[in-house]
């Protein structure tokens, strides 16, 4: 019975890192249609995104039902509530990778980027797709150094996030408000995709370790 219950344990870890790897795709089709003005790709996305959401729904009913049947404590129950945690995050990547189709969609036949910008996602989603993909071989390999060493990547996400304010707010810029706000809300969906791949590369990290990463018992009580 105890192997059987290590199993769904198995189990549920498998389906966190398939819906990790889907939305990774999500967002690497959501980047082609905004680049190339894709309707087609676009509408994939915007039409899979059920299919993310309806894993997570399935992870979470098998998590509590594991809950409540079994009563997990120390490693197991860190386990259960790390994927349960884990899958919202997830779930939002597939969000915010369906937001980006969905404004490639809304702008078509027409670009939704100036070609000042389209440089910075093109970098912005390939990096997005490479934290997806990474955090997903994390969650199946349990490494916690390749989990700690992610925080390079959105790194160098928030450096681009940070430069496009900057090109945004210069004064040469020609491309009017609306495309000013389109390339805001397009920044920052990247951006948090990119955190949300991090933290469930973090809670990976607590299942093996008990703690996330960044705690320090030292420095807890907020000194």
């Known amino acids: 019975m105890r192997e059987a219950y290590h ?3 198995g189990q549920l870890a498998d389906q ?6 889907m939305a990774g795709d999500a967002m690497e089709r959501a980047t082609a ?3 190339g003005a894709d309707l087609a790709l676009a509408e994939q996305v ?3 995104d059920a299919k ?4 997570r729904a399935d992870i979470e009913e098998q998590a509590y039902a594991l809950l409540a049947l079994q009563a997990p ?3 197991d129950l860190r386990i259960v509530l790390a994927v349960i945690h ?4 997830v779930e939002r990547m597939g969000d915010l990778a369906l937001h980006v189709a969905k404004a490639a969609r809304r702008r078509h036949p027409n670009p939704v980027l100036p070609d000042t910008v389209r440089p910075y996602f093109a970098e912005m989603g390939r990096i997005a797709v490479e934290l997806a993909r990474e955090a997903t071989d994390i969650i199946r390999t349990q490494d916690v150094q390749r989990a700690r060493s992610l925080e390079d990547a959105d790194d160098a996400m928030d450096d681009l996030h940070r430069h496009l304010f900057t090109v945004i707010m210069d004064k040469d810029w020609q491309h009017g408000v609306p495309s000013a706000v389109d390339t805001t809300l397009l920044g920052r969906f990247y951006e948090r995709f990119a955190d949300h791949a991090v933290s469930v590369a973090k809670r990976t990290v607590f299942v093996v370790t008990g703690r996330m990463p960044g705690y320090h018992p030292d420095t807890a009580d907020g000194s």
């Open 86 to 89: 884990a899958a919202e995050s």
């Open 46 to 48: 915007i039409g899979d």
């Open 52 to 55: 993310i959401d309806d894993v």
């Open 7 to 9: 199993d769904q344990l």
């Open 16 to 21: 966190l890192a398939d819906m990790c790897g």
């Open 73 to 75: 404590v120390a490693t």
């Open 33 to 35: 249609s905004l680049l």
